[in-house]
């Protein structure tokens, strides 16, 4: 079940929105008359999303209101106004709101825009956790690039500092590769040829008759 705060300064249409919230399965989690009180309802109670009236008690405007509570406790505000006129969209913009009703307004208006709000508030959260998952997989990847001066007999590598270090170190020490070691056919054959020779090759012609 969603929390929501609602932030209205006149007490009848506080009421009606609540009660239709109400109805519509929602929790609510306080009701503020000015910017003040909204931010203070919004850090003790961390609602999931905040219905803002652009026009507030106090000293502060609702989009001030909604910025500061945006910024300061990630959460998202739709907006609630009597006004649509380009000067009021222009600065309601600024806290980038998850929606927009205007009053007078049904429960319809109050049930879709509070669920695509909802909606829109879910994906981007889980985009932020996928972004930050991924930060944290790419700050523990390292990849080996450019040229990588190598013994041509002994087959070391020579670091940035001059040293010259096993291929196995050298690696080891750049990326997440880890070395396990066994032996390749052609070196079994080098170093082992007994294990492969024949009874002509270890002159053994005995034969029974």
């Known amino acids: 079940m969603a929390r929501i705060l609602i932030v209205e300064d006149e007490a009848i249409?506080?009421?009606?929105?609540?009660?239709?919230?109400?109805?519509?399965?929602?929790?609510?989690?306080?009701?503020?008359?000015?910017?003040e009180d909204a931010i203070h309802k919004a850090e003790a109670n961390r609602p999931d999303i905040v219905l803002m009236d652009i026009v507030l008690q106090g000293k502060h405007s609702g989009t001030e209101v909604a910025e500061r509570i945006k910024n300061n406790y990630d959460i998202p505000v739709v907006y609630l106004s009597a006004y649509a006129d380009a000067d009021t969209l222009g600065e309601a913009k600024k806290a980038e709101p998850f929606g927009y009703i205007t009053k007078p307004f049904t429960e319809t208006d109050i049930r879709v825009t509070v669920e695509m709000a909802l909606f829109k508030a879910k994906m981007e959260?889980?985009?932020?956790?996928?972004?930050?998952?991924?930060?944290?997989?790419?700050?523990?990847?390292?990849?080996?690039?450019?040229?990588?001066?190598?013994?041509?007999?002994?087959?070391?590598?020579?670091?940035?500092?001059?040293?010259?270090?096993?291929?196995?170190?050298?690696?080891?020490?750049?990326?997440?590769?880890?070395?396990?070691?066994?032996?390749?056919?052609?070196?079994?054959?080098?170093?082992?040829?007994?294990?492969?020779?024949?009874?002509?090759?270890?002159?053994n012609n005995d034969c029974s008759e």
């Open 13 to 35: 249409t506080a009421q009606d929105i609540k009660n239709t919230l109400v109805k519509l399965g929602y929790e609510i989690t306080g009701i503020s008359a000015t910017g």
């Open 125 to 203: 959260a889980e985009r932020r956790e996928l972004t930050q998952a991924l930060k944290e997989a790419l700050s523990e990847i390292k990849t080996l690039r450019g040229l990588v001066p190598i013994c041509a007999a002994c087959k070391k590598i020579r670091d940035d500092e001059g040293f010259w270090q096993s291929v196995e170190k050298f690696i080891e020490d750049r990326t997440l590769a880890e070395f396990t070691h066994g032996m390749c056919p052609d070196c079994v054959h080098k170093l082992y040829p007994e294990l492969f020779a024949t009874d002509k090759d270890t002159g």
